[in-house]
């Protein structure tokens, strides 16, 4: 059942007042419009005219206003239903400069919109797999994530993005944006801390223009069309090229898996405790997506996807509804017609930029971890885990040698998470094998077995990789029947424990020669427990239906059997 976290204000169906509604949008259209730095980027290595700078701009903005109504609208089939900001995203910009350095924008809006199509055709067998993504193979996703932002962002935080030496001026603009957004987000009571990211904002716009990184003729050229203008459009013809087939496709298979952690870590976000990532929605949100990407080529710019760091934003103001998300998209595309505001953001500085990407990394690097610890590890697990994050990290120290293997492999290697990603999933695959879902034990009908029954679910739900609470549960729940099964003596020689685990839980079978017993759904009252020497095994059995999700008993080969399942 959905529980909503304490630290959310408004959940993903809960509605906030209008105008809290409406400043929520604001900082969401606002950061969305920051990532717009990565077209440029491409049409900036292809030596685009101004025409075309502009025509990307207004492209992008449009892409990132569909997909975000596309996520957040959650209708007939389309769409998350979460608040997941689309945005254009940098998976797509190294490949995207290598096909404008080929054949130009015509070459980059073709291949993206191939890339938009090939990610359409995986839509309908994501949720078979599940098994392919459990817990602490998104955790580790999600950790990656943060990692690769966090080099990107220190960067850009210190000003080494443009100079060789870390520059005073940048590092005080970013640690003024920083320490308000966190001051903000930990500190107040109020509910200002839903506009910590906006103040944030504005605060390192303040100081980046009394520290001089933005200068007047930056603010004369933002005004030189006016408040209000027509967006410039640009259309270019497509391209193709079968070069690049492969690096887009394994760019557009990357890119998928960004999205899929992205929308868990919604999920997560949103609920108490995420039993297991919802599928169905997390296709929605793909075909969303997808359709986006495939818009996206259409336009004449990059890929799009869904931004890390608006999923870090709506967590830390604990403000998920989706509703702010639909607000957002309208008013991204209102500014695409508010000429000086789009230009500023477009033009963000890079120390503000990078104290936004340093923001999420936090944020995704324990929400990662979190993912990871939240299920049992056996060994083979931990080398899966282990194993994982230290190539991906690896990548960040070889980035000569990576720089000239061939672009199939370059768009995979280069990227930390890409990288960790491949590998967790490989290996989650590699160590399955030769493992068991299913599991039994014979004890002895005493006390002093209980404890061996304890340490076989320990060690099984360590192979499989179960949750621990569920684990916890069921070593109650077991114990508790042990107990009343010899206090009663319903027992007459070993008892038999199976355990069948799977996706969706564990089933444990108690077999044994004896006595039926039953397990009563009634507690017994404090004199039937003072009088009746068999209270204590009712309350016992009481208690076996309160840990359990589902309780049967029946008999089979003329043997007693007592059936519990567990949720996972």
């Known amino acids: 059942m959905y529980r909503k976290p304490s630290n959310i204000i408004y959940g993903v169906d809960e509605n906030p007042p209008l105008k809290t509604t ?13 990532f717009i730095v990565y077209p440029l980027i491409v049409v900036a290595e292809g030596h685009g005219t101004r025409q075309e700078t502009e025509g990307i701009v207004t492209a992008s903005i449009l892409a990132i206003a569909a997909g975000t109504f596309l996520q957040s609208l959650g209708r007939k089939g389309m769409g998350s239903g979460y608040l997941a900001v689309q945005i254009t995203n940098p998976i797509y910009l190294p490949v995207s400069i290598i096909a404008v350095h080929t054949g130009g924008l015509g070459l980059v809006a073709g291949m993206t919109l191939f890339a938009g199509l090939f990610t359409l055709f995986f839509v309908p067998f994501i949720r078979y797999l599940r098994p392919f993504f459990p817990a602490e193979v998104c955790g580790v996703a999600v950790l990656m994530l943060g990692v690769s932002l966090s080099g990107p962002g220190m960067m850009r935080f210190t000003g080494m993005n443009v100079t060789s030496f ?6 005080t603009v970013a640690f003024i944006t920083f320490s308000m957004i966190v001051a903000l987000s930990v500190w107040p009571k ?22 001089g990184l933005i200068g007047t003729e930056e603010l004369n050229t933002a005004f030189s069309r006016g408040i209000v203008a027509l967006p410039v459009i640009h259309l270019t013809g497509l391209r193709f090229d079968l070069v690049l087939l492969v690096p887009f496709l394994v760019t557009a298979l990357v890119a998928t898996l960004d999205n899929i952690a992205g929308l868990i870590t ?14 169905a929605r997390i296709s929605r949100g793909i075909l969303a997506d997808s359709c986006n990407t495939l818009f996206s080529g259409m336009l004449g710019t990059i890929g799009s996807g869904i931004s890390s760091a608006h999923i870090a934003l709506s967590s830390a103001t604990g403000a998920t509804s989706r509703r702010v998300g639909l607000w957002a998209s309208a008013m991204i595309l209102a500014m695409m017609f508010i000429s000086p505001l789009a230009r500023l953001l477009s033009n963000m500085p890079g120390p503000i930029s990078g104290a936004v990407m340093i923001y999420a990394a936090a944020f ?6 979190e993912l990871i610890v939240s299920r049992m590890l056996d060994i083979r697990r931990i080398f899966m885990i282990g194993c994982s994050v230290i190539v991906g990290i690896s990548s960040i120290q070889f980035t000569d040698f990576i720089k000239n293997l061939p672009m199939w ?3 995979i290697v280069s990227s930390p998470f890409a990288l960790s990603s491949v590998c967790a999933v490989v290996l989650n695959f590699v160590f399955s094998l030769g493992t068991s879902s299913r599991a039994s034990i014979l004890i002895q009908p005493t006390i002093d077995s209980v404890p061996e029954i304890l340490r076989f679910f320990d060690d099984k739900g360590a192979v499989w990789g179960a949750r621990r609470h569920m684990i916890h549960r069921v ?12 206090l009663v003596k319903a027992v007459d020689a070993q008892i038999e424990i199976c355990a069948l685990f799977n996706d969706f ?14 397990l009563e759904k009634k507690s017994p009252s404090v004199a039937e427990l003072l009088t009746d020497e068999y209270a204590i095994a009712k309350l016992s059995g009481v208690l076996v239906r309160q840990y359990a999700d589902k309780v049967d008993s029946d008999i089979r080969d003329g043997l007693q059997r007592i059936s519990l399942h567990f949720d996972q």
């Open 166 to 171: 870390p520059d005073p001026k940048a590092i």
């Open 22 to 34: 409406l400043l929520l949008a604001f900082q969401h259209a606002v950061l969305a419009l920051v």
């Open 475 to 486: 070593q109650s729940c077991v114990n508790e029947l042990m107990e009343a099964l010899i």
């Open 409 to 411: 492999a370059f768009s």
């Open 505 to 518: 839980g564990l089933d444990v079978i108690v077999s044994y020669s004896g006595k039926p017993f039953l």
């Open 266 to 279: 919604c999920q997560k976000i949103n609920e108490v405790e995420l039993l297991r990532p919802d599928m």
């Open 364 to 369: 995704l690097i324990t929400s990662g971890i």
């Open 190 to 211: 109020n509910q200002i801390r839903l506009y910590s990211a906006v103040i944030g904002l504005a605060c390192g716009y303040a100081a980046a223009f009394f520290m």
